[in-house]
């Protein structure tokens, strides 16, 4: 139960910090369109597995570890493709009179 | 006093809640069985609905439905506005998620026979959502006004015009209206942001209201789960979970394939480009594209997709079989696998096959051939799901090296070689008739033969294997005895 404690604590410390980000972003940028994307996927990703971890608990039904752990590789994949936007964000064909 | 006036108050509030359902709960609680995603692909639509209405009003902000400011405005909202072509990209995504889900959810409930009685009006109801959801694909394709949507949605309003003329003057005003271009994107700007999310929302009102009558349909085995789980909070925390999941999946979509605006509309670049309509119209568009559909052929295609279209709104009221367990209904399991399986072909052809006129020989060739394949293997199928569930637990299956799991994958595996046998000695066939005979394509249809011949005895040995594994086999001997003795 306190392993599960710790899990929840994280995820939510990661939203929080996440959403923080979101929020910090550079709007006229359009490598933070990118960056926003991700973000955004981060914040209803850790949401989604602290929801489903809450009803879980709530019925005294164990955490399956498949899913904790399918949707830890799914936050990090998230959390590497943050930091390679700036090459993601070339991929980006601008129109001719694009930004 | 006290006791005639708390009666006269209890009186007035049982009146009150026999007219108003005060006391009854809200929303029914959902069965422990329901919290599952294939019972809630028809949330998820919703889901994309919402992520939909929430973008769309940010860009109607800034979109102007003109033929000559709607390409330039569109540009500006990708190139100005901020996160201007992420809102356009989930918008499109989230667009074609909902007709996906949509689809999935037609075809689930089609399978678990959902559409059977008390739920006959649900079913034609969410046909019909089905219908504007297809809608809202069509009016928004055209809306950005570049030359591969202005070419598409011009084959479809021309499609009107072979309908009968009294049908045809009403839906052409309707839908195009008597201007030319700016009337006709405005009519399809009007249909898109403003009618048919009302009509949408209220066939959604209706819907919901009905689920909440009969509530979530049964599973068609024979576990029924009888626990109930209440409405709030732990049926809504799991349809957020799944709402979450749903953003996070269409916004990672959204950042690995960003959208491109392709060139705008105009007449010389419309006469070198092919018209070609989006993925979910594409089935139909190669139907169409049949030679003998060709020029008065026309309107006998539209009837036909138009006849698919009323079979499947009216089939509550067709298949009427009290059963609903899956391997009790193998002619409509069958029928709805060549359907998604023709779906799928036909679409994927449309899209390797731009603009290209398909022979009649040609047409019969591939889409008798995928329905041959899937009765095949659907009735094969059949054959061992329902010959293993009526001898589960038997004394007869003793006999068998083989188990059931292990005979059903291994005959998969035999037909689906057979198919692609099958397809390469047709092509070979084809081609040498065409072409002449040369080594290659002899050679290939010898070596398609052969495998298929070596599928066939194959097959033959595991269905003897199969009726050996489930004591049919003496049941099977006995019964050409039978025929051997009534023949002398």
């Given at each position: 139960m306190e392993l599960n404690k710790v899990i929840l604590s994280l995820l939510i410390c990661l939203q929080l910090i996440s959403a923080t980000f979101l929020w910090s972003l550079n709007a006229a940028d359009v490598i933070s369109e990118v960056k926003f994307a991700v973000f955004l996927a981060i914040d209803l990703l850790c949401f989604a597995m602290v929801a489903y971890s809450y009803r879980k608990l709530k019925r005294g039904v164990l955490i399956s570890p498949v899913w904790i752990l399918l949707g830890s590789i799914g936050l990090i994949v998230l959390l590497f493709s943050v930091s390679s936007s700036h090459r993601r964000a070339a991929v980006y064909t601008l129109s001719p009179d694009g930004r | 006093m006290t006791i005639?006036?708390?009666t006269k108050t209890v009186r007035l509030v049982k009146w009150l809640d026999t007219r108003l359902g005060l006391s009854y709960p809200l929303l029914r609680p959902v069965p422990a069985y329901a919290i599952n995603p294939f019972y809630w692909l028809g949330a998820l639509p919703v889901v994309a609905f919402l992520i939909q209405g929430?973008?769309?009003?940010?860009?109607?902000?800034?979109?102007v439905?003109?033929?000559t400011a709607a390409y330039t405005s569109t540009q500006y909202i990708f190139n100005r506005v901020y996160y201007g072509r992420f809102l356009e990209t989930v918008h499109l995504y989230t667009a074609y998620a909902m007709i996906m889900l949509a689809f999935m959810h037609l075809m689930r409930d089609y399978f678990v026979s959902a559409h059977k009685k008390p739920r006959e009006i649900m079913w034609v109801v969410g046909m019909i959502m089905g219908f504007v959801t297809l809608g809202f694909g069509f009016t928004g394709y055209l809306l950005p006004w570049t030359v591969v949507s202005k070419s598409a949605t011009d084959v479809g309003v021309g499609m009107i015009d072979a309908l009968p003329s009294v049908i045809s003057s009403r839906l052409s005003f309707l839908v195009v209206g008597g201007g030319g271009d700016a009337t006709e994107l405005l009519r399809f700007y009007d249909l898109h942001i403003i009618v048919l999310p009302a009509v949408l929302l209220a066939l959604l009102t209706i819907k919901l209201y009905m689920l909440e009558v009969h509530g979530i349909s049964?599973?068609?085995?024979?576990?029924?789960?009888?626990e109930q789980i209440a409405i709030f909070p732990d049926v809504t925390i799991y349809l957020m979970e799944l709402a979450a999941m749903f953003g996070a999946a269409m916004l990672l979509i959204s950042v690995l394939f960003p959208l491109t605006l392709?060139?705008?509309y105009t007449p010389a670049l419309a006469s070198q480009s092919i018209a070609q309509p989006d993925w979910y119209f594409l089935w139909v568009y190669q139907i169409l594209k049949i030679s003998v559909f060709e020029g008065p052929g026309l309107p006998i295609a539209l009837g036909m997709v138009t006849l698919i279209f009323i079979l499947l709104v009216l089939l509550p009221f067709i298949d009427r079989g009290s059963s609903r367990a899956i391997v009790q209904r193998p002619i409509f399991v069958t029928l709805g696998l060549i359907f998604i399986g023709e779906i799928i072909v036909l679409a994927a052809w449309g899209l390797l096959t731009p603009g290209q006129i398909i022979?009649?020989?040609?047409?019969l060739l591939v889409l008798g051939g995928v329905a041959l394949i899937i009765v095949v293997i659907s009735l094969s199928a059949f054959h061992f799901f329902a010959g293993n569930a009526k001898h589960t637990g038997s004394p007869k299956n003793t006999m068998g090296k083989f188990n059931a799991s292990g005979i059903t994958a291994a005959f998969a595996i035999i037909v689906s070689v057979g198919a692609l046998a099958i397809g390469t000695s047709l092509s070979?066939?084809?081609h040498i008739i065409l072409n002449g005979a040369d080594l290659t394509s002899v050679a290939t249809l010898g070596?398609?033969?052969s495998t298929l011949a070596l599928m066939i005895v194959t097959s033959l040995f595991l269905l003897y294997m199969s009726d050996r594994t489930t004591g049919r086999l003496r049941m099977r001997n006995a019964f050409f005895e039978r025929i051997a003795r009534s023949w002398n």
């Open positions: - | 005639e006036s708390d929430i973008t769309g009003v940010i860009m109607i902000l800034y979109y439905p003109t033929p049964e599973p068609t085995g024979s576990k029924k789960d009888t392709p060139p705008p022979p009649l020989g040609q047409a070979s066939i084809v070596a398609g033969l």
